[in-house]
């Protein structure tokens, strides 16, 4: 165990960043991380290579392989796509805006990607902002969630969470909007993506208040604002007062379960290239695909983690393959499972048990 | 809370040479829109009471040891701006502008300027010099004829609605103020600007063709509505009293009161002597003396070159007193009768 920072340091990488307990999606720092991880995958080392290495090197490989597969890139689908060009469009449409800015909600049920697709958006985003105009001193995108039972303060102090902004206990709600506000307006912050939005119950008061303090962000922040929830549209998020003047300002794009059509199969040829197995026969996943959407409902999200989990179980069991049998033992989550037929997954997830 | 724990603010002014850990956290502070006095309350140290530098060095995201560093540093010694005369006031606008429209604490502004505070306070307490005052409508001066006013108006204005009589002299609305009213203080001049401004407003009224008898005896003696004669004397015109003569109006037309056209004559052509201090005119007296005016007719006792002489109408007095003779002999018996 020893050894094995001698191996990181002999060039195999870091086996486990986020060490650090403020890398997450919804701090400027984990932003950035995403922002600047290219998910490179690892070579694969030749299989004489590979059975010569020794025990410490070959677990700082497996290590690097886990942390890979743990990833595994994204995939660009249809609704990904139609996610990062329509909120580009936006922005540039935004860019000179006075108010009333246009935005996007991404809605669908889980599982589908939207977290996904918005980020990639802001990562994209961010990305032309920065070849635009290199340099420290922008933050071209906010990412924020609602938290469950949000209040605006709670909603303010996401922001200022996002941005570092320290937050006393006793810190009152305007001083944080303003300190949010001002630096956003300072760092040129111009893509602001709010995640979980179904948080927030336009039917009660805190819920309706959280609209409110959003709105008067988007008045204040010359950003395009991106919201992505679960079923949105079924959640009364466009009715009422405040539902209709969101339903007139924000384009809606539906995330959706995959059909069990071409685009099923070229998501999972996509993802099982990516997959960086000794043992693995490509094409194998590709054949499972009417499995793989009875398993998964056509949630890529399922479908990530299924294959994700099953890539783990490989390597760390050094069957280096994936196999029908083996994503037959791994448990997915409870919506996919609900979605699928009861049949072998649950006789296996049983015997799993 | 612990150094660990504390996230870099997003944006990180660098520590300059001369700044202390309250000046660095107020730049800080400044900069990511937090006010100082929450910034301080963030960073302190509850076991000192002071500002952690390890917390402070973690929210500016330095190592501490180039925090310690920049504190310890002298202050390059700056060159502080001053400005006089009309550069000082320009500054000073300046700063009150800013501190009207962003209202910044004197601190704010005092770093934002390089200046002292005191010098920030001298621009905000110096009043900008005081807008012109604006002028508002303006109001006539009070005049003596004030009071009087409302009663030459309704002079004027009764004149105006009956065509029919001659419209007052302001002469006569002199005397008619003074006799009535007892006004002191007033000349024929302020009677005359205010009436004539009031009658430009309105359509004189025209000559009327003849007084009727009856409307002189509704009215005092002095205000009697003059003859056309005595019109044409008053109004100073030596042409219509010669046409007046001319179709057969008595040279002799007598008021009441025993003013005849000869006698009028003479006080009018004083008066417009006094009035409007140009010479002494005499040709009404002359024409109508010409045309058979009596120029000894006596009035109280008083023959009219007596009374030109008193008036100080020399002229008048020295043509009458040169006609007499004459006409004397032309007319002796006329004389007698009226004599007796």
Known sequence: MVNTGEAVAAGHGPAVTGSDPHRHLTTLEGWRDFIHAAPAPPALLPGGKYAALDEDARRAYDDERLDYHTRLGVVATSTLRKVVTTGRRLTLLNRHAISARQGLILSGPAGTGKTTAIAQFGKTHEAIDRDRHPGPDRIPVIYATVPPAATPRMLAMEFARFLGLPVLPRANMTDIIEAVCGVAVDMRVSAVLVDEIHNMQLATRSGAEVSDTLKYFSERLPATFVYAGIDLEHQGLFTGIRGRQIAGRFTLIPAVAFPLAGEWQSVILTLEDALRLHQHQPGTLASLDKYLHQRTGGMIGSLSHLIRGAAIEAILTGTERITRKQLETLDIDHAAQQSSAPGPAARHRASAL | ?340
């Open chain 2, 1 to 340: 809370m612990t150094a660990a724990a504390v996230r870099p603010l997003p944006i990180r002014p660098r520590p300059a040479a001369g700044d202390t850990p309250a000046t660095y956290i107020r730049r800080l502070a400044r900069a990511n829109h937090l006010r100082p006095a929450y910034l301080n309350r963030y960073l302190r140290d509850d076991a000192t009471g002071q500002p952690s530098i390890d917390m402070l060095a973690a929210l500016a995201a330095r190592p501490a040891s180039s925090l310690m560093h920049a504190f310890s540093q002298e202050a390059p010694t700056r060159r502080r701006r001053y400005f006089t005369g009309s550069r000082r006031q320009e500054l000073f606008e300046a700063i009150r502008r800013d501190a009207g429209t962003s209202h910044r604490s004197v601190r704010a502004l005092a770093d934002d300027y390089g200046l002292h505070r005191r010098v920030i306070r001298q621009a905000l307490a110096a009043q900008p010099p005081r807008p012109r005052k604006p002028r508002g409508p303006s109001r006539p001066r009070p005049s003596r004829l004030d009071p009087y006013t409302v009663i030459i108006d309704a002079i004027l204005d009764e004149d105006l609605r009956d065509p029919r009589r001659p419209a007052r002299t302001i002469r006569q609305i002199l005397d008619h103020l003074i006799t009535e009213h007892n006004a002191t203080g007033i000349s024929y001049a302020m009677v005359a600007r205010y009436a004539v401004s009031k009658r430009s407003l309105r359509p004189r009224p025209h000559k009327p063709a003849a007084a009727s008898p009856d409307t002189a005896e509704i009215r005092p003696a002095h205000q009697a509505a003059w003859s056309p004669g005595h019109q044409a004397i008053e109004q100073h015109d030596l042409l219509q009293l010669r046409e007046l003569l001319d179709v057969g109006n008595d040279a002799e037309d007598e008021t009441q009161d025993g003013l005849t056209l000869l006698r009028h004559a003479v006080h009018r052509e004083h008066t417009a002597h006094v009035e409007h201090g140009g010479p002494l005119h005499v040709g009404m007296t002359v024409l109508l003396l010409a045309r058979g005016a009596d120029p000894h007719h006596l009035r109280d006792g008083t023959s009219i070159e007596t009374e030109a002489e008193i008036l100080g109408h020399w002229l008048a007095a020295e043509v009458i007193r040169a006609w007499k003779p004459a006409n004397t002999e032309q007319d002796p018996g006329e004389r007698a009768g009226r004599i007796q």
